[in-house]
């Protein structure tokens, strides 16, 4: 690992480092992701993050060439509501804030994978009320249960 992984990873417990991105019969595909990268576990214990706090499943931050992907990633395998989803991907940014170095060069991608389709209010929801991270405002990316990774941090 080098760059901002490395850094990253130094920052995050071992314990919360994860290998596969699935919970909740819910998956997103790391085949093809970039190979130099962490996955987070956003429920792990070594983060100390208080149980009442929203968060995201899981935090990716990839890096490829000169690029660095940030992406908070939330899973749900069933129903959902939209205030929720946006909560929990905005716990995980501020923690992704609080992980990060200064001065990076990043492309910040929120990405909720989603099992069951998504009720047309909730969509309005998603696509109406962006997401921060340093200044950079994106609206969620929505893919499917099971999709590559790489189809979001491309999209």
Not at 53 to 69: A, S
Not at 108 to 132: E, T
Request: charged share 25%; hydrophobic share 35%; proline share 5%.
């Amino acid at each position: 690992m080098s760059g901002t992984v490395a850094e990253v990873a130094g920052r995050v417990p071992g314990s919360c480092h994860a290998i596969h991105c699935n919970k909740d019969r819910c998956r997103v595909d790391l085949k093809g992701a970039p190979e130099t990268r962490l996955l987070v576990d956003m429920d792990c214990d070594g983060l100390e993050i208080p149980r009442q706090q929203k968060r995201c499943d899981y935090l990716f931050v990839g890096e490829r060439g000169h690029t660095t992907w940030i992406a908070p990633i939330e899973l749900k395998s069933g129903g959902l509501k939209a205030v929720e989803v946006l909560e929990q991907l905005e716990g995980g940014t501020g923690s992704a804030h609080n992980l990060l170095p200064e001065g990076i060069s990043f492309q910040f991608v929120p990405i909720l994978a989603h099992g069951k389709s998504i009720h047309r209010n909730d969509l309005k929801v998603l696509r109406s009320r962006k997401i921060q991270l340093r200044g950079q405002r994106r609206v969620t990316v929505l893919i499917k249960c099971g999709d590559p990774l790489i189809k979001a941090l491309h999209s």
